[in-house]
Structures are given as structure tokens and as C-alpha cells.
């Protein structure tokens, strides 16, 4: 059971908005993922290997949320809302309490920009409210020439084997079904695209399944796709190098040495991969007519 807690401030101000995700503001209604996707960068926290374990529920969110909108519209301070930087806005317990949906009709009351990452497709539930901040969210003046409505939805995806995703990322919605949502998501009109991060080394990073990827993603005619490579962290039981590199010993043995010497002594990928992975990405995105860049071609 996830503990219930009481917290001071939820809405968090960024310094910079980041030019892929274009967050002003991110809000966390919860605190830890039951998605337990191995290779998530907050694994090696106070959160433990089993991130279900550590779930938290911010009972008090919806109140303090309400009262921080009031004040950042009071001075016309709107701007973009990424649900969530550090856990899905739609985990398997917003089925009970529905914090994210209240959250959303908070944001919609004081006409804010969304942008939705998830991994879930809990989000078809919210279309309504989705549709209410489309149309009414006052943009930040310098996006609206970029953006024609206030709702942004990325569908967060390593891989489509659904197979590969209950090793890496057991408890997250199957990709399949994922993608069911990502084509009811596009069908609604929503601005909506993919976030390729991580693509597995390897893995998901190979020939064939990277057309398969840009090919399924360009078949359902999607905004825009955000690639990029993994990062790893840490040496400590929990942390997300060590999880992957176990679940790498366990299930693709002929790999693990290729993992071992690429995170020996950094936590991402040499910078050869790098360029190499860059080069590529573009001259898929090229390839298959993709934006690699939320908003309108530029």
C-alpha cells in the first residue's frame, strides 16, 4: 500500500525551459513509480529496488496546486506543465485516486499548458479534460507561434516487443497496449509524439528494430519522435547500472560484456556511440519524415 503524505509545494518552477520536453513548470503528484522500469534515472535513491515498495501519494496535492496556479496566473505567469519528471502521472493507483485527473481540472480552471509523458493508457480517461486545456490554455507568448493548443502529449516507449518491455520495464502498461493508446491519442487531435528514451543498446537500437520503430511510428502519424541513448547510474544494488546489467547477465548473456566495458567507467554510452546514434536518429526521422522536435516543422 502506497503511504499517504502531506506535502508544502507540488508545482515546481524550472530554471530553463528544456528545449524537447518545453517544460515551464513540472508537477509530481506521486513520489516513486510502480512501473519499475530498470533503467529509470532515480533508481540508486532512497527509493530501493523495488520502487512499488516506496510509493507515495501527495493526499494534499490538489489544494496546494489550486493556490499555486492562483498565484502564477494572478502575475500571468503561464506556462507549460510537464506531468511528470520523476514518476507517471498515471501509475496504477491514480485508478484510486485520481489525483492527476483533480490536477487537470485544477490546470484547466486556470487555463495552463499541458504536457503528458506517460507510459499508460489510463490517460484515454482524461480526453475531456485534455480537450478543455487544448482549447482554452493561455501559451507562453514566445510558443505560440510554435504550438496551436495547449495540450502535449508524449507516449514514452524503449521498445515495441512487449516481450523485452516485462524485462525492463515490467510495470508499465505493455507496449502493444501503449500503442493503442498512442493511435486513440492522435485519433482525439491531440498534439502527440513518441519519447524514444532509452532506446536499449543492442537491444532496441538495432537495424531492424529501429525501422520497425519509425516505421509503426510514421504509420500512425505521429507529431514528433525524441530519441535518445541510456544513462546509467551507480554501484549499489538499487542503483539502475547494476539492475541492467543484471538483467543483461540474465537474459542476453552475449551481451554483457559489450555492457560492462561501455559503463566500466562512465555512465552512458562512449562518445562514438553517441555520434553514431545521432547521425542516425537524423537520418531516420529524415528517412520516415519525422519532426524530431515538439511543435510545427521548422
Given at each position: 500500500m502506497p503511504r499517504e503524505i502531506e506535502v508544502k509545494s507540488v508545482l515546481n518552477k524550472t530554471k530553463k525551459r528544456d528545449s524537447w520536453?518545453?517544460?515551464?513548470?513540472?508537477?509530481?503528484?506521486?513520489?516513486?513509480c510502480s512501473f519499475n522500469c530498470l533503467y529509470c534515472y532515480i533508481r540508486g535513491s532512497k527509493y530501493g529496488t523495488n520502487l512499488e515498495e516506496s510509493l507515495s501519494v501527495k493526499t494534499n496535492a490538489i489544494e496546494i496546486l489550486d493556490r499555486q496556479l492562483y498565484n502564477r496566473a494572478k502575475k500571468n505567469q503561464h506556462g507549460i506543465i510537464v506531468l511528470s519528471s520523476a514518476t507517471d502521472p498515471y501509475l496504477q493507483i491514480e485508478g484510486k485516486y485520481q489525483l492527476t485527473r483533480a490536477a487537470l481540472e485544477v490546470i484547466a480552471k486556470h487555463r495552463f499548458p499541458v504536457h503528458i509523458i506517460t507510459k499508460s493508457d489510463l490517460i484515454e480517461r482524461d480526453f475531456d479534460l485534455l480537450h478543455q486545456i487544448d482549447q482554452t490554455a493561455i501559451l507562453p507568448t514566445d510558443l505560440t507561434n510554435r504550438l496551436d493548443g495547449g495540450t502535449i502529449v508524449s507516449f514514452s516507449f524503449s521498445t515495441l516487443d512487449d516481450d523485452v518491455a516485462k524485462i525492463f520495464e515490467k510495470g508499465a502498461t505493455a507496449p502493444s497496449k501503449r500503442l493503442i493508446a498512442?493511435?486513440?491519442?492522435?485519433?482525439?487531435?491531440?498534439l502527440t509524439g513518441v519519447s524514444l528514451m532509452p532506446l536499449l543498446p543492442f537491444i532496441s537500437d538495432t537495424t531492424e528494430h529501429l525501422n520497425l520503430?519509425?516505421?509503426?511510428f510514421k504509420k500512425s502519424n505521429v507529431n514528433y519522435v525524441l530519441p535518445a541513448t541510456i544513462t546509467l547510474f551507480g554501484n549499489g544494488k538499487a542503483d539502475s547500472k547494476t539492475l541492467m546489467l543484471n538483467a543483461i547477465k540474465k537474459h542476453y548473456p552475449e551481451l554483457e560484456n559489450r555492457y560492462l566495458n561501455y559503463f566500466k567507467n562512465d555512465s552512458g554510452m562512449p562518445n562514438f556511440y553517441k555520434k553514431a546514434f545521432s547521425k542516425k536518429m537524423h537520418e531516420l526521422c529524415k528517412m520516415y519524415n519525422l519532426n524530431d522536435s515538439i511543435g510545427k516543422s521548422r
Open positions: 520536453f518545453l517544460d515551464d513548470y513540472t508537477l509530481n503528484l506521486y513520489s516513486s498512442l493511435n486513440k491519442t492522435l485519433d482525439e487531435g491531440f520503430l519509425f516505421s509503426t
